[in-house]
């Protein structure tokens, strides 16, 4: 920016390509090294630096570990003292796959003088052998990392370093996160014109030129003025020409639009006048053409085209290589085609101008009716000119924008509508109305296309509408005929939604787009991944900009329509002739000044990174570059990826050497601030530089030496242990290993250590380095690793292994001589044993788990089989002389001494490695192994004898071993459960005497511990499933004292022995809910059991009758009733009498849930359902009530239930049952004695309101007291009620006569007993629960009462209001008499009312001979009936309106009809109602109308005639007089004599109409007028007919069964056309 001088290359040169640039970009940045220093320097002032980690572990870690047992360290190493979980292997080295075992305590079998294997010992950290070796694999550490190494972070997901300054987590942000923080490089390199400006827009300029209006950029920067004046500057801003001043162009307004001839010669200016003129820059003192609006006669003659007069040209554009050939658009929304024709000079021309775009203010509206919308031409382009020959430079083709439309025209040889596109519905309704577009041409590629390999791009057209952008391809398809113009297909190919809509869009290279938006943001994108590169605000750049198109769209903006989704908020201005972009540079024409920006390229990205000192995030962004993550596109990188490799490697091998040597030479200089941190950050980036360039030399050769002489080689170690770890790298030097092994021991990280040498490749390992490295500090996975893969041994790390038990096994004093230590760090190392062999047995490499080649596992498992089990001490290595021995002592080697010492020390564990090998193929057939791995060569005797080694002769050895002499039962156990699972597995290998196999069951069933039941069991099970004991009840008391349940239950039933079967699920705890589908089982009649077989089973059920009924009495009851039913008596006695038990075993089987119970309900005597009733009134006393009226009578005595029923307060069904039994009346005294019983009670309770106030909720008790005398007050009167239904029957049956007036019969005497105990019940609690207020107004200190007195009040009414209803409504109820005995039932039924009333009213006279005390009673009933009397009017009213309203709507519903679909018969053509209608229609309307005033009037005279026959129509006829009849059908039927239509709606709606003929010449001859008219049929699909015409086709199509008749009597019709 500190020089203007624009450095573009000149005309008809081609623009640099972006490689071009960025070499020139590194040539002059060579110097970048050497300032490093200084400048990053300055930076690193700030940083803080971390204090080391910790350093190393004690040398006593492994006695911390065991003192801190619980403790998990970070830093711990894996090889600490592990919690076992079971057996010594289960620990944190080997993790099984399954869950942890069962923990529990050693039992030792009783008398046994062995003590068990060493692991299981006490004292030794071990619980007892406790576990499940044989459902569980071993997993070495590795495969599953341990929890106390954790493994440092991929380098794939490591995080950009905290720096302000870094750019490595800014590449993929999103587009609102761009600028924060934002990047030490500018986006764009903008330069301000200096010069230019001075002279364009300085006071002077203005005032002589007029202020800029629009540029345009081609060769030179082109300025059009308000003035009318063109300015032009060359690239060093110098003012060339001045175009205009002197000539008509400066009398025609401003400049609008502004446009250069693609061979830079020609500028043509269109003027707010309408007036456009081109200028030749030789000879700019006059016009080359000039191209004037229509004047008014051309306006009212339409004899030409061409713009209106004061109309601005808003768009302006060459075709071609023309000059004379234009196109213009206005603000009017009208676009043309000027072709001008040679001559001399611009008064020799003529110009034609052709209209492609908008109509004239005047043109007739389209004939499709349809109103004009305003439109406008947002945007407008001419395709511009490629590096290549196309067929469509010749076509004119130019893009035109609107509101509403894409349009692309081609207007050479004539003007031709190539392609149209309507706006996308994405744009979002009522957002602001925006458009643009922006042509790339065709142009030669020089790397062929990697999307579409061509060597030759498309022509594209990118175009907006709102927010919404899309490119669109077009493509050539060439025609036969080589003189017509090829076809041009146009494809939609990436869209993209911007944030905001979007203003102005120009192409910056072939993939790269910019875009500016309504806010004045400019925003880059990727062409063909539409991806958003950079985005920054341009609001300072103070763009140029003008309301073109509002006044013209004023009526799309919203007007208050909010559901018109095609109108938008605003039209913004426009941006398009301020916004530029040519040959990858940006234009931006200012209110103020002209700028032009291009964007910083990768070169220059990178040097302002490491001038800003941040050279780590300078590292991770050339990466980026090289593996092509970030915006190669937009930053001058080809796509390519060879060519980007190349360009980019360099330059990441540049910075990482700058980098170290500036990084460890500040280390250096200020030791006082040393950053291990910021060095591993380094490390980090570094790495992944070089694993994506592939260059491993780099890290292992400058890097490692950088970081090994700063003695921070550990940082560089833990770094490159993830890549070791994922396998990316494999390769490490052994200086590096050395080093390595040493860093992380010192670190006590030798479980990590042990991880990363078992990743490598072995090739590259210093073998005698590494083994004594790894024996030195007890890495004995990765010596494993080391001596099997680097040298094929596997037998010399088993004896190394081995040589750690010796000392645990042999010597007798060792582990209780104090050095618990020392045998801990033996033991767990000493473990690996057993994942050793698991591994190798099955053919997998220890300890990463990978498969091995064939040859090598075969030779593998040979060795160790051959090891273990050849029973001799061998000497290893071979011919070294040097025996291996197990016992140290003077006492000799035992047979099989290597096998017997892991016995010894781990029998379990071992047992269960066996388990897994055994599972492999190797062992399956000696003569299979000695054809695949016998290959005619040599073998040693190893692999010979291994060879030989099959399962039956593993399970021989171990049976020698582990005898009970040697091995304690805590041992053998699992050698039991191993045979008896792998003889079941594998029978046809194995081949065990029966001696043998009773042992082992015997074995099984005294299994030492109680945790090892359900394995012992279960493996018993196993063997059972292959072999079957001869003498099978001779192990059945093993098994019970063993609680072997299901295998006693499986012997039971193959004996039939029932009921020891059913016995055995009784005393098996784990499965008694079985018990319910064993009694099913064994007594359901499909069994065929004996009677003596069932009555064990009985017998069983009887011994543990109360046990089965407590597991779920419900099934207990369902299971007996349906298979022993004799057995409930039994059963219930057995259980706690009075029990829930009981009752909820009564229940099922009395009233049975239909949800659960399949069993039909049980008939049980009289006893079951008293005793049931008996509980039911102590257990849900609530349903007593309901029960007993469900019950038959016969099956309760009273004097059984009556004392509980009382006793329980269960009144309700006490006289439920006295009624029953007919004893009504002492039912009636029981009722009323409870009554009185809860009246006393209120009375107590309120009495004594003030005492139990705090105790008890006064209140509530109050309220649940007098709902209770409202419910037993119901039971009165469902009492009375039932006896006077019995008392009416009787009267019937006997023909008594109603009694004397003064008489009250036994119902009646009833309801008076009824009335008189509520009534004064009411009175009596009445003045208690509402006494007189004043004696409570006088005191103000007396307290607010507790009672709610209205509610109980209310209550308290209620009573003898419902007693008092019910009388009503059962002495006012029609009896079942015949019609003529209704006045005297009605009479009858209120002599019984008035005879209850009056002798209530006479024994309350005798008791109180005061009534004042009944006044309020008897008010309150009267007042409730009136008031349920006006409810009662008011309801009816409201009904009747409504149902006058309902019938009201169904009558005018009825009275509807259908039009038929035409006027004429559908069979004879005859004209049936409306204009020219034959017959005497009117006449014989009139006489039906007369004919139903009379019928009428006779009616009113009482002469009504006799019921007529219900149909669903009417039907009418002359020859019936006209007689008609209603029905209820939907619509009604008429004759033709009215004069209407008629419709009848059914299945085929029916209508009677007149009969008509038509003659030969078609013409339809009236009858005499006075001939009687027929009936009319209209039918439901509309078809009419005369009545006979349709009979008549009906008989010709079907013959007479055409008829049919409804319920009602009616001929139903068919349409002969519909059908």
Same mark, same amino acid.
């Given at each position: 920016?500190?020089?203007?001088?624009?450095?573009?290359?000149?005309?008809?040169?081609?623009?640099?390509?972006?490689?071009?640039?960025?070499?020139?970009?590194?040539?002059?940045?060579?110097?970048?090294?050497?300032?490093?220093?200084?400048?990053?320097?300055?930076?690193?002032?700030?940083?803080?630096?971390?204090?080391?980690?910790?350093?190393?572990?004690?040398?006593?870690?492994?006695?911390?570990?065991?003192?801190?047992?619980?403790?998990?360290?970070?830093?711990?190493?894996?090889?600490?003292?592990?919690?076992?979980?079971?057996?010594?292997?289960?620990?944190?080295?080997?993790?099984?796959?399954?869950?942890?075992?069962?923990?529990?305590?050693?039992?030792?079998?009783?008398?046994?003088?062995?003590?068990?294997?060493?692991?299981?010992?006490?004292?030794?950290?071990?619980?007892?052998?406790?576990?499940?070796?044989?459902?569980?694999?071993?997993?070495?550490?590795?495969?599953?990392?341990?929890?106390?190494?954790?493994?440092?972070?991929?380098?794939?997901?490591?995080?950009?370093?905290?720096?302000?300054?870094?750019?490595?987590?800014?590449?993929?942000?999103?587009?609102?996160?761009?600028?924060?923080?934002?990047?030490?490089?500018?986006?764009?390199?903008?330069?301000?014109?200096?010069?230019?400006?001075?002279?364009?827009?300085?006071?002077?300029?203005?005032?002589?030129?007029?202020?800029?209006?629009?540029?345009?950029?081609?060769?030179?920067?082109?300025?059009?003025?308000?003035?009318?004046?063109?300015?032009?500057?060359?690239?060093?801003?110098?003012?060339?020409?001045?175009?205009?001043?002197?000539?008509?162009?400066?009398?025609?307004?401003?400049?609008?639009?502004?446009?250069?001839?693609?061979?830079?010669?020609?500028?043509?200016?269109?003027?707010?006048?309408?007036?456009?003129?081109?200028?030749?820059?030789?000879?700019?003192?006059?016009?080359?053409?000039?191209?004037?609006?229509?004047?008014?006669?051309?306006?009212?003659?339409?004899?030409?085209?061409?713009?209106?007069?004061?109309?601005?040209?808003?768009?302006?554009?060459?075709?071609?290589?023309?000059?004379?050939?234009?196109?213009?658009?206005?603000?009017?929304?009208?676009?043309?085609?000027?072709?001008?024709?040679?001559?001399?000079?611009?008064?020799?021309?003529?110009?034609?101008?052709?209209?492609?775009?908008?109509?004239?203010?005047?043109?007739?509206?389209?004939?499709?009716?349809?109103?004009?919308?305003?439109?406008?031409?947002?945007?407008?382009?001419?395709?511009?000119?490629?590096?290549?020959?196309?067929?469509?430079?010749?076509?004119?083709?130019?893009?035109?924008?609107?509101?509403?439309?894409?349009?692309?025209?081609?207007?050479?040889?004539?003007?031709?509508?190539?392609?149209?596109?309507?706006?996308?519905?994405?744009?979002?309704?009522?957002?602001?109305?925006?458009?643009?577009?922006?042509?790339?041409?065709?142009?030669?590629?020089?790397?062929?296309?990697?999307?579409?390999?061509?060597?030759?791009?498309?022509?594209?057209?990118?175009?907006?509408?709102?927010?919404?952008?899309?490119?669109?391809?077009?493509?050539?398809?060439?025609?036969?005929?080589?003189?017509?113009?090829?076809?041009?297909?146009?494809?939609?190919?990436?869209?993209?939604?911007?944030?905001?809509?979007?203003?102005?869009?120009?192409?910056?290279?072939?993939?790269?787009?910019?875009?500016?938006?309504?806010?004045?943001?400019?925003?880059?994108?990727?062409?063909?991944?539409?991806?958003?590169?950079?985005?920054?605000?341009?609001?300072?750049?103070?763009?140029?900009?003008?309301?073109?198109?509002?006044?013209?769209?004023?009526?799309?903006?919203?007007?208050?329509?909010?559901?018109?989704?095609?109108?938008?908020?605003?039209?913004?201005?426009?941006? /398009?002739?301020?916004?530029?972009?040519?040959?990858?540079?940006?234009?931006?024409?200012?209110?103020?000044?002209?700028?032009?920006?291009?964007?910083?390229?990768?070169?220059?990205?990178?040097?302002?990174?490491?001038?800003?000192?941040?050279?780590?995030?300078?590292?991770?962004?050339?990466?980026?570059?090289?593996?092509?993550?970030?915006?190669?596109?937009?930053?001058?990188?080809?796509?390519?990826?060879?060519?980007?490799?190349?360009?980019?490697?360099?330059?990441?091998?540049?910075?990482?050497?700058?980098?170290?040597?500036?990084?460890?030479?500040?280390?250096?200089?200020?030791?006082?601030?040393?950053?291990?941190?910021?060095?591993?950050?380094?490390?980090?980036?570094?790495?992944?530089?070089?694993?994506?360039?592939?260059?491993?030399?780099?890290?292992?050769?400058?890097?490692?030496?950088?970081?090994?002489?700063?003695?921070?080689?550990?940082?560089?170690?833990?770094?490159?242990?993830?890549?070791?770890?994922?396998?990316?790298?494999?390769?490490?030097?052994?200086?590096?290993?050395?080093?390595?092994?040493?860093?992380?021991?010192?670190?006590?990280?030798?479980?990590?250590?042990?991880?990363?040498?078992?990743?490598?490749?072995?090739?590259?390992?210093?073998?005698?380095?590494?083994?004594?490295?790894?024996?030195?500090?007890?890495?004995?996975?990765?010596?494993?690793?080391?001596?099997?893969?680097?040298?094929?041994?596997?037998?010399?790390?088993?004896?190394?292994?081995?040589?750690?038990?010796?000392?645990?096994?042999?010597?007798?004093?060792?582990?209780?001589?104090?050095?618990?230590?020392?045998?801990?760090?033996?033991?767990?190392?000493?473990?690996?044993?057993?994942?050793?062999?698991?591994?190798?047995?099955?053919?997998?490499?220890?300890?990463?788990?990978?498969?091995?080649?064939?040859?090598?596992?075969?030779?593998?498992?040979?060795?160790? /089989?051959?090891?273990?089990?050849?029973?001799?001490?061998?000497?290893?290595?071979?011919?070294?002389?040097?025996?291996?021995?197990?016992?140290?002592?003077?006492?000799?080697?035992?047979?099989?001494?290597?096998?017997?010492?892991?016995?010894?020390?781990?029998?379990?564990?071992?047992?269960?490695?066996?388990?897994?090998?055994?599972?492999?193929?190797?062992?399956?057939?000696?003569?299979?192994?000695?054809?695949?791995?016998?290959?005619?060569?040599?073998?040693?005797?190893?692999?010979?004898?291994?060879?030989?080694?099959?399962?039956?002769?593993?399970?021989?050895?171990?049976?020698?071993?582990?005898?009970?002499?040697?091995?304690?039962?805590?041992?053998?156990?699992?050698?039991?459960?191993?045979?008896?699972?792998?003889?079941?597995?594998?029978?046809?290998?194995?081949?065990?005497?029966?001696?043998?196999?009773?042992?082992?069951?015997?074995?099984?069933?005294?299994?030492?511990?109680?945790?090892?039941?359900?394995?012992?069991?279960?493996?018993?099970?196993?063997?059972?499933?292959?072999?079957?004991?001869?003498?099978?009840?001779?192990?059945?008391?093993?098994?019970?004292?063993?609680?072997?349940?299901?295998?006693?239950?499986?012997?039971?039933?193959?004996?039939?022995?029932?009921?020891?079967?059913?016995?055995?699920?009784?005393?098996?705890?784990?499965?008694?809910?079985?018990?319910?589908?064993?009694?099913?089982?064994?007594?359901?009649?499909?069994?065929?059991?004996?009677?003596?077989?069932?009555?064990?089973?009985?017998?069983?059920?009887?011994?543990?009758?109360?046990?089965?009924?407590?597991?779920?009495?419900?099934?207990?009851?369902?299971?007996?009733?349906?298979?022993?039913?004799?057995?409930?008596?039994?059963?219930?006695?057995?259980?706690?009498?009075?029990?829930?038990?009981?009752?909820?075993?009564?229940?099922?089987?009395?009233?049975?849930?239909?949800?659960?119970?399949?069993?039909?309900?049980?008939?049980?005597?009289?006893?079951?359902?008293?005793?049931?009733?008996?509980?039911?009134?102590?257990?849900?006393?609530?349903?007593?009530?309901?029960?007993?009226?469900?019950?038959?009578?016969?099956?309760?005595?009273?004097?059984?239930?009556?004392?509980?029923?009382?006793?329980?307060?269960?009144?309700?069904?006490?006289?439920?049952?006295?009624?029953?039994?007919?004893?009504?009346?002492?039912?009636?005294?029981?009722?009323?004695?409870?009554?009185?019983?809860?009246?006393?009670?209120?009375?107590?309770?309120?009495?004594?309101?003030?005492?139990?106030?705090?105790?008890?909720?006064?209140?509530?008790?109050?309220?649940?007291?007098?709902?209770?005398?409202?419910?037993?007050?119901?039971?009165?009167?469902?009492?009375?009620?039932?006896?006077?239904?019995?008392?009416?029957?009787?009267?019937?049956?006997?023909?008594?006569?109603?009694?004397?007036?003064?008489?009250?019969?036994?119902?009646?005497?009833?309801?008076?007993?009824?009335?008189?105990?509520?009534?004064?019940?009411?009175?009596?609690?009445?003045?208690?629960?509402?006494?007189?207020?004043?004696?409570?107004?006088?005191?103000?200190?007396?307290?607010?009462?507790?009672?709610?007195?209205?509610?109980?009040?209310?209550?308290?009414?209620?009573?003898?209001?419902?007693?008092?209803?019910?009388?009503?409504?059962?002495?006012?109820?029609?009896?079942?008499?015949?019609?003529?005995?209704?006045?005297?039932?009605?009479?009858?039924?209120?002599?019984?009312?008035?005879?209850?009333?009056?002798?209530?009213?006479?024994?309350?006279?005798?008791?109180?001979?005061?009534?004042?005390?009944?006044?309020?009673?008897?008010?309150?009933?009267?007042?409730?009936?009136? /008031?349920?009397?006006?409810?009662?009017?008011?309801?009816?009213?409201?009904?009747?309106?409504?149902?006058?309203?309902?019938?009201?709507?169904?009558?005018?519903?009825?009275?509807?009809?259908?039009?038929?679909?035409?006027?004429?018969?559908?069979?004879?053509?005859?004209?049936?109602?409306?204009?020219?209608?034959?017959?005497?229609?009117?006449?014989?309307?009139?006489?039906?109308?007369?004919?139903?005033?009379?019928?009428?009037?006779?009616?009113?005279?009482?002469?009504?005639?006799?019921?007529?026959?219900?149909?669903?129509?009417?039907?009418?006829?002359?020859?019936?007089?006209?007689?008609?009849?209603?029905?209820?059908?939907?619509?009604?039927?008429?004759?033709?004599?009215?004069?209407?239509?008629?419709?009848?709606?059914?299945?085929?709606?029916?209508?009677?109409?007149?009969?008509?003929?038509?003659?030969?010449?078609?013409?339809?001859?009236?009858?005499?007028?006075?001939?009687?008219?027929?009936?009319?049929?209209?039918?439901?699909?509309?078809?009419?007919?005369?009545?006979?015409?349709?009979?008549?086709?009906?008989?010709?199509?079907?013959?007479?069964?055409?008829?049919?008749?409804?319920?009602?009597?009616?001929?139903? /019709?068919?349409?002969?056309?519909?059908?």
């Amino acid at each position: 920016m500190e020089d203007d001088h624009l450095d573009l290359p000149p005309d008809g040169e081609d623009a640099p390509s972006s490689d071009e640039e960025t070499i020139k970009g590194e040539r002059e940045q060579d110097h970048i090294q050497d300032e490093i220093a200084d400048i990053i320097e300055e930076e690193r002032k700030g940083i803080i630096s971390e204090e080391p980690a910790e350093n190393g572990v004690v040398a006593n870690r492994y006695r911390q570990l065991l003192r801190d047992r619980d403790d998990a360290s970070e830093e711990g190493s894996a090889e600490g003292i592990p919690r076992r979980a079971g057996s010594p292997i289960d620990s944190l080295l080997s993790i099984p796959d399954d869950s942890p075992s069962l923990q529990g305590s050693m039992v030792s079998s009783p008398g046994s003088s062995r003590v068990p294997s060493l692991a299981s010992r006490p004292g030794l950290g071990s619980p007892t052998p406790s576990f499940r070796p044989f459902d569980r694999r071993f997993q070495s550490r590795i495969a599953s990392p341990s929890l106390l190494s954790p493994r440092p972070s991929s380098p794939s997901i490591i995080g950009g370093h905290n720096r302000q300054v870094s750019i490595g987590s800014q590449l993929l942000l999103g587009p609102g996160e761009t600028e924060t923080p934002s990047p030490p490089w500018e986006v764009v390199r903008w330069t301000k014109l200096k010069k230019l400006n001075g002279q364009a827009f300085s006071e002077a300029g203005k005032r002589n030129f007029g202020s800029p209006t629009c540029i345009a950029v081609s060769a030179s920067i082109v300025l059009g003025t308000t003035k009318g004046i063109i300015l032009m500057f060359d690239y060093s801003q110098n003012l060339k020409m001045i175009v205009g001043p002197g000539t008509k162009a400066v009398e025609s307004g401003p400049i609008t639009a502004i446009a250069v001839s693609a061979d830079h010669t020609t500028i043509a200016g269109g003027h707010a006048s309408g007036n456009i003129f081109t200028w030749d820059t030789s000879r700019a003192s006059r016009p080359f053409l000039h191209i004037p609006p229509l004047d008014s006669s051309q306006l009212q003659n339409r004899t030409m085209d061409g713009h209106l007069p004061n109309v601005s040209i808003t768009h302006l554009g060459f075709l071609g290589t023309r000059h004379t050939a234009l196109v213009s658009a206005d603000d009017r929304g009208m676009a043309f085609s000027h072709l001008a024709t040679r001559g001399t000079g611009a008064l020799g021309r003529t110009v034609k101008t052709v209209r492609i775009l908008g109509r004239y203010p005047d043109a007739p509206p389209p004939s499709s009716g349809k109103p004009l919308k305003p439109s406008t031409v947002l945007a407008f382009s001419p395709l511009p000119l490629g590096n290549v020959e196309r067929a469509t430079d010749t076509m004119g083709l130019t893009a035109m924008l609107t509101p509403y439309l894409l349009v692309i025209v081609s207007t050479t040889p004539v003007a031709q509508t190539q392609h149209k596109s309507a706006r996308p519905k994405d744009v979002a309704p009522h957002s602001a109305m925006t458009g643009c577009l922006a042509w790339f041409p065709a142009v030669k590629l020089k790397v062929p296309d990697p999307n579409t390999g061509s060597t030759m791009s498309k022509v594209k057209l990118v175009y907006c509408w709102s927010n919404v952008l899309t490119v669109l391809d077009v493509d050539e398809i060439p025609t036969d005929n080589k003189d017509k113009p090829p076809m041009l297909k146009f494809k939609a190919r990436s869209r993209w939604k911007c944030e905001e809509a979007i203003v102005a869009v120009q192409w910056l290279s072939r993939s790269v787009l910019t875009v500016l938006t309504i806010t004045q943001r400019l925003i880059v994108l990727e062409d063909r991944s539409m991806r958003m590169t950079e985005a920054f605000d341009l609001i300072h750049k103070y763009i140029h900009h003008a309301d073109l198109f509002s006044k013209q769209l004023h009526n799309l903006v919203e007007q208050l329509d909010e559901d018109d989704t095609s109108m938008h908020g605003v039209v913004a201005d426009a941006f /398009y002739m301020s916004f530029k972009a040519y040959k990858g540079r940006i234009f931006l024409l200012g209110f103020n000044d002209v700028s032009i920006g291009a964007l910083s390229n990768w070169a220059d990205r990178l040097i302002a990174l490491m001038e800003n000192g941040d050279y780590i995030g300078a590292i991770q962004l050339a990466t980026s570059y090289y593996t092509g993550d970030a915006n190669k596109l937009t930053v001058g990188l080809p796509e390519d990826a060879a060519l980007r490799h190349r360009m980019v490697r360099e330059k990441i091998m540049e910075i990482m050497s700058a980098s170290l040597k500036y990084a460890f030479g500040q280390r250096e200089r200020n030791k006082s601030t040393v950053d291990d941190q910021h060095l591993r950050q380094l490390a980090e980036t570094c790495f992944i530089a070089c694993q994506s360039v592939d260059d491993l030399d780099f890290l292992f050769g400058d890097m490692y030496e950088w970081y090994e002489d700063a003695e921070v080689e550990g940082i560089f170690l833990e770094v490159l242990e993830p890549y070791i770890l994922e396998k990316t790298i494999s390769f490490v030097p052994p200086t590096a290993v050395k080093a390595m092994v040493t860093h992380y021991v010192s670190k006590g990280w030798e479980s990590r250590l042990e991880e990363m040498i078992c990743h490598m490749e072995t090739a590259t390992l210093d073998i005698d380095q590494i083994t004594t490295l790894c024996k030195q500090h007890g890495l004995y996975d990765a010596l494993i690793y080391v001596w099997n893969q680097a040298l094929s041994d596997y037998i010399t790390p088993l004896i190394d292994l081995l040589t750690l038990l010796i000392p645990l096994v042999r010597n007798a004093n060792y582990t209780t001589s104090g050095n618990l230590m020392e045998d801990e760090i033996f033991g767990v190392n000493a473990l690996k044993v057993f994942p050793y062999l698991s591994y190798t047995l099955t053919g997998r490499i220890y300890p990463t788990g990978e498969r091995m080649t064939d040859e090598v596992a075969l030779q593998a498992k040979a060795e160790l /089989y051959w090891f273990l089990f050849s029973g001799k001490s061998i000497d290893w290595p071979k011919g070294s002389g040097k025996v291996f021995l197990t016992n140290l002592t003077h006492g000799g080697e035992p047979s099989f001494p290597y096998l017997r010492m892991i016995l010894q020390y781990d029998a379990p564990s071992l047992l269960s490695a066996l388990n897994e090998a055994f599972e492999d193929s190797f062992l399956n057939d000696s003569q299979e192994k000695q054809l695949n791995g016998g290959t005619g060569k040599d073998l040693p005797e190893e692999q010979i004898f291994g060879l030989t080694v099959d399962r039956q002769y593993i399970i021989s050895i171990l049976l020698e071993i582990m005898n009970p002499s040697d091995f304690a039962p805590e041992d053998t156990i699992y050698l039991d459960m191993f045979i008896a699972r792998n003889l079941s597995k594998f029978p046809q290998y194995l081949l065990i005497p029966g001696s043998t196999l009773n042992k082992v069951l015997a074995g099984l069933c005294n299994f030492p511990g109680i945790d090892l039941a359900e394995d012992a069991q279960l493996s018993a099970e196993y063997l059972l499933s292959v072999y079957q004991p001869p003498d099978i009840s001779t192990m059945i008391p093993l098994f019970k004292k063993a609680c072997f349940y299901r295998i006693l239950k499986r012997i039971y039933r193959n004996d039939k022995q029932y009921g020891k079967l059913l016995q055995t699920y009784f005393e098996d705890p784990e499965d008694q809910e079985e018990t319910f589908s064993c009694i099913a089982e064994c007594l359901r009649p499909e069994t065929g059991l004996s009677k003596r077989q069932v009555q064990d089973v009985h017998d069983v059920i009887k011994r543990h009758s109360q046990e089965l009924v407590s597991l779920d009495p419900v099934q207990a009851a369902q299971t007996l009733a349906a298979y022993a039913p004799d057995l409930h008596r039994f059963v219930l006695d057995s259980l706690e009498e009075g029990s829930e038990l009981q009752y909820a075993y009564l229940q099922a089987l009395l009233e049975p849930d239909s949800e659960t119970s399949e069993q039909p309900t049980t008939k049980l005597d009289r006893d079951f359902v008293e005793q049931y009733v008996q509980l039911m009134c102590r257990y849900n006393s609530s349903h007593v009530s309901d029960y007993v009226g469900i019950v038959q009578a016969t099956n309760l005595r009273l004097d059984k239930l009556l004392p509980t029923m009382e006793d329980t307060g269960v009144i309700d069904a006490v006289v439920i049952l006295m009624a029953r039994e007919g004893q009504v009346q002492d039912a009636m005294n029981r009722l009323t004695r409870h009554l009185e019983t809860l009246e006393s009670a209120l009375q107590g309770l309120v009495a004594n309101e003030d005492e139990h106030s705090e105790d008890l909720d006064i209140k509530e008790s109050a309220e649940d007291l007098l709902r209770g005398l409202q419910k037993y007050t119901h039971v009165g009167i469902w009492l009375c009620q039932g006896q006077m239904k019995t008392s009416k029957k009787l009267n019937a049956i006997g023909r008594r006569g109603s009694p004397s007036p003064t008489e009250l019969s036994p119902d009646e005497a009833l309801w008076l007993e009824l009335i008189d105990t509520t009534v004064q019940i009411t009175r009596r609690l009445s003045s208690v629960v509402a006494p007189s207020q004043p004696d409570r107004v006088s005191s103000t200190a007396s307290p607010t009462p507790v009672l709610d007195s209205d509610k109980l009040v209310a209550l308290l009414r209620s009573l003898v209001q419902h007693t008092f209803t019910a009388l009503m409504t059962a002495t006012t109820t029609q009896t079942t008499a015949p019609p003529s005995n209704r006045l005297v039932s009605s009479s009858g039924g209120s002599l019984t009312f008035l005879r209850i009333l009056r002798a209530f009213l006479t024994r309350a006279a005798a008791k109180s001979p005061n009534l004042a005390d009944l006044r309020a009673v008897l008010t309150s009933i009267f007042s409730a009936y009136a /008031y349920e009397e006006s409810i009662l009017q008011l309801s009816n009213r409201l009904l009747e309106q409504q149902l006058f309203v309902n019938v009201k709507e169904a009558v005018d519903l009825r009275q509807r009809g259908w039009r038929p679909r035409g006027s004429t018969c559908e069979a004879c053509g005859k004209r049936l109602w409306g204009p020219g209608v034959a017959g005497n229609v009117f006449e014989a309307w009139e006489e039906k109308q007369a004919i139903e005033s009379k019928r009428r009037e006779e009616k009113k005279a009482g002469l009504s005639r006799p019921p007529v026959t219900p149909g669903k129509g009417k039907e009418i006829s002359p020859r019936r007089d006209n007689e008609s009849y209603n029905g209820k059908g939907k619509g009604k039927s008429a004759d033709i004599g009215n004069g209407g239509n008629s419709s009848e709606e059914q299945v085929n709606g029916q209508q009677n109409i007149q009969n008509s003929t038509v003659e030969a010449n078609g013409s339809t001859s009236t009858r005499r007028q006075d001939q009687p008219l027929g009936a009319l049929v209209v039918l439901a699909c509309r078809h009419i007919y005369h009545k006979a015409c349709l009979d008549a086709l009906l008989a010709e199509q079907g013959g007479s069964s055409h008829r049919e008749v409804d319920e009602f009597g009616r001929e139903v /019709y068919r349409c002969p056309i519909d059908g």
